[in-house]
């Protein structure tokens, strides 16, 4: 019996041009180009590896579970902050080079990998953690109308993707940025939660919620689909109204 | 075996109260506001009537003879400015680096608004067309002492 043929993978040449700063050699980051054959079925973090496995290992970015969870693996490619790892190259124009640079408003440390303790700083400051002052026996119950109040933003994996695609984040740095907004969200809105009110003081800042512009970058931007603009939105009105 | 467990969140160090969220606010009621004056403005001073050709000094005194029109463009004045200014400060704080230039820039900002203001009101409600005393030859045509 003859097996039944299968199609092969359909390969191309494709041009990657990476923005590598190496802080023991270089004063200035600087573009490289890497040539590489690759199949539809490859993301660009397989581009990535296939440079750093068989190209120049010196090559330095982060990644870790590959499969668009741990939030690892965001850069800039081609001029917008996506995860590398969930980014299929022929969903790109592959007839020009692909540009790939680390996220931007973050100090680089070298070639994609920046300095991400800014951003985890932003969001320890918000208190992303229930705050409950009874000692339940049992889990705390909770309605599916009330669940859902704070559905999307439970599915920030904190990449930084949306806060370094912020252009208030970018001048200075000291705007609490998306991410951090988001995490806050999710608790203010959550009916077991009672520190809603200090969040709703903390992001009641100078460098809080009413930095935002709405520019939607940060909406645009996250790998995971949260309507990021409309959480800040909704944090906006609970400062508003004093209360969730 | 003694844990030491770090405190999980040094929460970020309390800023002074802040005006912010009442300039947000201030920005969201005045800006449709603003629509609504200044094209209805723009179309009574432009559009109706004789329209662009009704336009000239009488045109102006014989609005301000009116105390509806003096109330609509003071409202105008004031709004367009607080709003133009509040507008140009978040523009300053995104982009001034250094902070002395920061502060400097702000309170040029909101001195030069204030002048403006002042003197804008000033006019609105001290404007005569017909200033008793004048030169005949520098008053308007239609002015009693012609």
């Given at each position: 019996m003859s097996q039944p043929k299968i199609a092969e993978v359909a390969s191309f040449q494709v041009t990657l041009i990476v923005r590598r700063f190496d802080p023991e050699t270089d004063t200035e980051p600087k573009w490289v180009d890497y040539d590489v054959e690759m199949f539809g079925t490859d993301r660009v973090l397989d581009a990535l590896h296939k440079i750093k496995w068989?190209?120049?290992?010196?090559?330095t970015f982060r990644r870790s579970c590959a499969h668009g969870v741990c939030g690892s693996d965001a850069m800039r490619i081609n001029g917008r902050n996506r995860l590398a790892c969930k980014t299929l190259i022929k969903d790109l124009d592959i007839s020009q080079p692909i540009y790939i640079e680390p996220i931007k408003g973050l100090p680089v440390e070298k070639d994609l990998i920046v300095d991400m303790n800014p951003f985890y700083q932003a969001y320890k400051d918000v208190n992303p953690f229930l705050i409950a002052s009874d000692k339940p026996e049992k889990e705390r119950l909770q309605s599916p109308e009330d669940r859902a109040r704070y559905e999307d933003t439970t599915k920030c994996i904190l990449c930084a993707a949306c806060t370094t695609s912020c252009p208030v984040f970018w001048t200075d740095g000291q705007y609490f940025g998306p991410a951090a907004i988001v995490n806050a969200h999710r608790f203010i809105f959550d009916s077991r939660d009672e520190g809603a009110q200090v969040r709703i003081d903390i992001l009641n800042d100078k460098e809080g919620v009413w930095r935002c512009r709405t520019t939607f970058n940060c909406t645009e931007a996250c790998p995971r689909g949260i309507e990021i603009t409309k959480a800040i939105a909704e944090v906006k009105q609970a400062i508003l109204r004093g209360k969730p | 075996m003694n844990v030491v467990i770090e405190i999980p969140n040094q929460p970020r160090s309390r800023k002074a109260a802040n005006w912010e969220k009442y300039g947000w606010l201030f920005m969201r009621v005045s800006g449709p506001l603003l629509i609504v004056l200044i094209f209805t403005h723009l179309i009574v001073n432009l559009v109706l009537g004789d329209g662009i050709k009704a336009i000239d000094f009488a045109f102006v005194a014989g609005k301000w003879a009116d105390p509806f029109w003096q109330v609509w463009d003071l409202a105008m004045l004031w709004l367009a400015l607080i709003h133009g200014t509040n507008g140009m400060r978040t523009i300053v704080n995104d982009y001034a680096e250094k902070e002395k230039v920061r502060v400097g820039l702000n309170y040029t900002l909101w001195i030069v608004c204030a002048l403006l203001i002042v003197l804008g009101t000033l006019v609105i409600f001290t404007f005569d067309p017909c200033p008793a005393g004048a030169a005949l030859e520098l008053l308007p045509s239609f002015c009693p002492a012609n």
């Open positions: 068989e190209q120049d290992g010196s090559l | -």
